[in-house]
């Protein structure tokens, strides 16, 4: 079975920019549903955290396919960048994180529709 219309048909194309932009379009749009639609406030973290993937994804492809440097010294800004929002990511997962659970523990809830009735 190595011929044929079989054979053809698990040829894969070369995988360039444009698959990669699609990937962070479909994972931003995915974080941006999940932002609006959920009510938790954990489930909108994870929405939150899927729009920072998406722009990590962007980030390392535009890198790689706008400079990618000399074959033994490839240029790394784009994960370096990447680094950085993985970094940022954590840090608000661990402060968003201390506010839930500051607010379960006023209010045993973390449903963001409560969250109107905070006061400064």
């Known amino acids: 079975m190595s011929g044929g219309m079989l054979g053809d048909i698990f040829i894969l194309a070369d995988v360039g920019l444009r698959h990669y932009l699609v990937l962070s379009a479909f994972l931003f749009v995915c974080g941006l549903l999940t932002i609006m639609l959920k009510r938790n406030a954990i489930g909108i973290l994870m929405g939150v955290e899927l729009v920072l993937n998406a722009a ?16 033994g ?5 784009g994960q370096v960048f990447a680094i950085f929002v993985i970094v940022l990511a954590a840090a608000e997962a661990a402060v968003a994180l201390a506010i839930f659970l500051n607010y379960y523990n006023n209010f045993a809830t973390i449903d963001v529709e409560r969250a109107r009735n905070l006061k400064g």
């Open 56 to 71: 990590n994804v962007n980030l390392v492809a535009f890198n790689h396919f706008s400079y990618p440097g000399n074959p």
């Open 73 to 77: 010294e490839p240029l790394l800004a």
